[in-house]
């Protein structure tokens, strides 16, 4: 009983709060990728330069290069991905991570030596942290594994409710009143350390960078209508084993939200395009392993798909990418929070930064092509479908499962 009195509060939090965008924690690749920030910024980050000269606010001339500038675009677009950071937070961000490391992963031999072992910018020696942020393991801010991914830090910084350590350490998102904070007092309110005026001196490096990096490049193209919708993976070689909606995770045990649909498959079977459609972005995270994320125009409005646990080196499409209804973009894989292949498919309307919907539904509706008798897939025969059926009536596929709405708060 108190198990269902959870999943039901679970339900009515997720369907009325507001919308966290898709990937809280993604890698971006720093072509030409849009961030939508909350309140109404919309950054495109562009091409990174090779170098960046700029002044401190205490005159100090610096020059960054374009590692350094390619983490700044990690911090930028993290944080345009998560909910309430804005434009001021992802400005605190840099500063902080100008400060403690001049914005370079920096591992550290001395006491963690299989630090090393990861990509890395050099070593560093303050006592026993880590990475841009200089995050310390003790201190609870993750593994050496986790520390060493400049991803993973910038998410631990912004914090808050999506953010990997909520709700302690504390991030930004996790100190109250953190917008009426000099910009230098939020960053040392996070980072606690030991000499909180420093950070004051790179705000307007900080707010240079961000200048460059989101103002010298063209908004994307026109994503093209798409004339029609594919299930993403061949006829006879998916099995569904886990529906949208609230249930126990797999991994953590844990009561939590799932914000796709899950279709267990062989390792490397193709994963297709939904729709024709434009790539936003194909990272790899702690959570989604391999992902690629996709912007359909499906009935004149903007849809984006997502296709998670794929190996990295089998993604087969790069962002900005034009792709086709049908085309092979990836393969199925278990990279991320995985307990075997399978494909963790998430529909969005209105964008990545929208609400996940349940696909199957979605699918229903929008009658796609491939699938004309799902029941003869192998594996347990999926339920017949809870949803209506469309009007006019049209050739469904049906995939089981009922329409629900959510929020993502655990990852896939």
Not at 231 to 259: Q, Y
Not at 318 to 327: D, E, F, K
Request: aromatic share 6%; glycine share 10%.
């Amino acid at each position: 009983m108190a198990r269902k009195i959870v999943l039901t509060m679970l339900v009515a939090v997720l369907v009325f709060a507001p919308a966290v965008a898709l990937l809280g924690s993604a890698v971006v690749n720093p072509a030409a990728t849009g961030t939508c920030l909350p309140g109404g910024d919309s950054l495109i980050v562009g091409p990174v330069p090779d170098s960046l000269t700029t002044t401190t606010s205490d005159g100090h001339q610096i020059t960054l290069d374009r590692t350094q500038l390619t983490h700044a675009a990690t911090i930028i677009t993290t944080g345009g991905r998560v909910d309430g950071v804005g434009r001021d937070g992802v400005v605190i961000a840099l500063m902080a991570a100008l400060t403690e490391s001049r914005l370079r992963m920096l591992a550290n031999t001395g006491a963690y030596p299989e630090s090393g072992d990861y990509p890395n910018d050099g070593d560093g020696s303050d006592h026993d942290s880590l990475g841009l942020f200089q995050m310390r393991p003790a201190a609870g801010w993750g593994t050496v594994a986790q520390l060493m991914d400049p991803t993973y830090q910038a998410a631990a910084f912004y914090g808050g409710p999506t953010g990997p350590n909520y709700p302690s350490p504390r991030g930004l998102l996790d100190i109250t009143g953190w917008r009426d904070m000099d910009p230098g007092e939020a960053a040392q309110a996070v980072e606690v350390s030991a000499h909180p005026d420093r950070y004051r001196a790179f705000q307007p490096v900080a707010e240079t960078i961000l200048t460059t990096l989101t103002t010298n490049s063209q908004p994307p193209t026109q994503v093209p209508e798409a004339d029609r919708v594919v299930f993403p993976l061949p006829a006879g070689t998916w099995n569904k084993t886990s529906d949208f909606g609230p249930r126990i995770h797999p991994i953590t045990g844990e009561v939590s939200f799932h914000t796709g649909t899950d279709y267990a498959a062989p390792d490397a079977t193709p994963i297709l395009a939904v729709a024709d459609g434009r790539v936003v972005s194909t990272d790899t995270t702690p959570v989604y392993g391999g992902l690629i994320v996709i912007e359909h125009t499906i009935d004149a409005l903007p849809v984006a798909t997502a296709y998670a646990h794929i190996w990295p080196d089998d993604i087969h499409v790069s962002p900005g990418q034009i792709v086709a209804a049908g085309q092979h973009i990836g393969d199925v894989g278990s990279a991320g929070q995985s307990t075997g292949p399978h494909l963790h498919l998430e529909v969005r309307p209105g964008g990545p930064d929208q609400p996940p919907v349940d696909p199957v539904p979605w699918f229903n509706g929008h009658r796609p092509d491939d699938l004309d008798n799902p029941t003869a897939t192998p594996g347990t025969p999926c339920a017949p479908s809870t949803a209506p059926p469309p009007d006019p009536p049209a050739r469904t596929v049906d995939l089981g499962g009922s329409s629900r709405t959510g929020v993502e708060w655990d990852g896939p």
